[in-house]
């Protein structure tokens, strides 16, 4: 918004003090940075969990016998400790016929297959009563902990309150932590099966790692088999114990995650593609903006945030992954928040949506949306092109810093070299509108790059 008042009396000077009035709003944190206005202990707990997350686990601290990765960094690492993967993992199951349901195989170790062990004969396989397996690609850790503190009632607001045509609903779990105790609503993972960080946390230590703990104190037995579980696991259960200040390794990778930035989006808003998502109906699913609960730590409560997602189980037909996890049948997925999306190689559960530039892996994405949300990728394949291209210029803003004019989640000479002639001063003939390039550089959004962002970008300057 432009302000509607005059530089008057003072001309130029009275404008760029106005101007340093207006910008008092910083840019937004890169990928991997911490959310802005932790206290100091906050931030000390950010940064070793963060050393926590990235520090591969040793046997005889216990990862293993059975695990995916020895650490949480060594799948989600790009662009930044805590971001998203090329790594996949599998799930597996009997898919359900006319006259069975379908089964976990849990006796054999599903669903999730950890492909790795210290020892060959402890290594997992897909059972051959398996009749159906699915790939799940890394998300993003960014922003976990804002997405954490979205109030239940919201979501079930949401839920009750759907535009025509959509029966999304809630994924109920008791988080890992509480056990007995009281259910929240999923918004993790790709079915949305889990509620909390610490919940994932706890289940990711177990069964990517190996790591029990005092929450889940069974190590996964390969393909099910206890006697060769004996034979393999050296260190007793649980494994995971305090450190010296009180923490186990699960709290401390709590600390990372809860505390991580959301990725930013540029323009923060008002760009015309966006309506043109709200037109197809893709914002009937992928909601932009919540306010988060008063929670204990003051940086994440009462944000606003815009993950573009409603958390909610949608029926995407033949885009279901084909395994049951918790209440969400084969079919249903849970929509995805988009923040972030700009940096991603590849979209949807699988990863599917791969190898082409930005705008064909998005088109193939939304092509693949089936069951209830038909209508809406029919809607967007009947757009122009003219029209698209505005949707993916939207959904480009996604993920990008401002300055950051290659979005890599860096601002070096390059991108310095490209935004510093888009300096307009404090009072352009025609104001910046959030779909011009310039408002890459117009962090408090008043339609000018001034020299007071000019100040910004100097300071956000990280070089190579
Ligand atoms: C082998 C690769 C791998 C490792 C190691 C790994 N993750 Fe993940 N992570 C994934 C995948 C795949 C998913 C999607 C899970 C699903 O929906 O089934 C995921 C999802 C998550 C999510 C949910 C994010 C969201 O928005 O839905 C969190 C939180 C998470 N992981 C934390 C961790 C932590 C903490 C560790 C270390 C203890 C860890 N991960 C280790 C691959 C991994
Ligand atoms: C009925 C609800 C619904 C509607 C409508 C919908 N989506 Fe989605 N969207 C989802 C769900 C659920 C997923 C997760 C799919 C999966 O698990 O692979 C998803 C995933 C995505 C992804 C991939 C996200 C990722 O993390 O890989 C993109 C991109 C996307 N949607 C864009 C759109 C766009 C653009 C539109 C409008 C044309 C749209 N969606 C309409 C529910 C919806």
């Not at 930044?80 to 996949?88: D, K, L, Q, S, V």
């Not at 709200?278 to 992928?286: F, L, M, P, T």
């Not at 029919?378 to 210029?393: C, G, W």
Request: glycine content about 12%; some cysteine; proline content about 7%.
């Amino acid at each position: 918004m432009r302000l509607s008042i005059e530089p008057g009396p003072l001309g130029t000077l009275g404008a760029l003090l106005l101007a340093g009035v207006a910008s008092s709003q910083e840019p937004q944190p890169l990928m991997g940075q911490p959310v802005r206005g932790l206290s100091a202990q906050e931030l000390a707990l950010f940064e070793e969990g963060r050393m926590a997350f990235i520090a591969p686990l040793p046997q005889s601290e216990g990862a293993g016998p059975l695990f995916n990765e020895l650490t949480c960094a060594g799948c989600h690492n790009v662009p930044a400790i805590g971001g998203f993967g090329g790594r996949r993992v599998t799930r597996f199951g009997v898919a359900a016929t006319s006259t069975s349901p379908f089964q976990a195989l849990e006796g054999l170790g599903g669903t999730l297959l950890q492909d790795q062990s210290f020892t060959i004969a402890c290594r997992e396989t897909v059972p051959t009563q398996a009749t159906h397996t699915a790939l799940r690609g890394t998300p993003i850790l960014f922003g976990a902990g804002l997405i954490e503190s979205i109030p239940d009632a919201t979501l079930v607001v949401r839920a009750n309150n759907q535009p025509s045509g959509l029966v999304g609903r809630v994924h109920t779990t008791v988080p890992i932590e509480t056990p007995g105790g009281a259910r929240r609503i999923g918004r993790f993972g790709w079915k949305g099966g889990i509620a909390t960080v610490d919940s994932f946390s706890l289940d990711a230590a177990l069964n990517e790692m190996g790591l029990t703990s005092q929450f889940l104190p069974q190590e996964n037995a390969p393909n099910g088999d206890l006697a060769l579980l004996a034979q393999c696991d050296t260190v007793a259960d649980p494994e995971d114990m305090p450190d010296a200040a009180g923490f186990t390794r699960t709290d401390r990778f709590t600390h990372f995650q809860r505390f991580l930035a959301a990725p930013a989006q540029t323009p923060r808003s008002g760009m015309a593609g966006e309506a043109v998502f709200e037109a197809v109906g893709c914002a009937d699913c992928h909601v932009a903006s919540y306010v988060t609960a008063q929670v204990p730590e003051d940086a994440l409560s009462g944000q606003t945030i815009q993950p573009y997602a409603d958390f909610l189980l949608h029926d995407l037909g033949s885009l279901g992954d084909g395994i049951v996890e918790g209440e969400a049948t084969e079919t249903e997925m849970m929509t995805r928040p988009l923040w972030g999306l700009a940096q991603r190689p590849s979209f949807l559960h699988d990863g599917r949506a791969t190898g082409g530039t930005f705008e064909q892996n998005v088109a193939a994405a939304i092509a693949e949306h089936g069951g209830t949300a038909t209508p809406s990728a029919q809607a967007f394949a009947a757009l122009s092109a003219a029209e698209k291209d505005l949707v993916y210029r939207f959904l480009g803003s996604l993920g990008r810093a401002e300055f950051d004019w290659d979005t890599n989640n860096t601002i070096d000479e390059f991108d310095w070299f490209f935004i510093y002639p888009l300096m307009t001063g404090p009072e352009p003939a025609t104001p910046l509108s959030p779909d011009d390039t310039g408002a890459i550089a117009d962090v408090d959004q008043d339609g000018d790059f001034d020299l007071v962002e000019f100040g910004k970008l100097q300071r956000a300057f990280t070089g190579q």
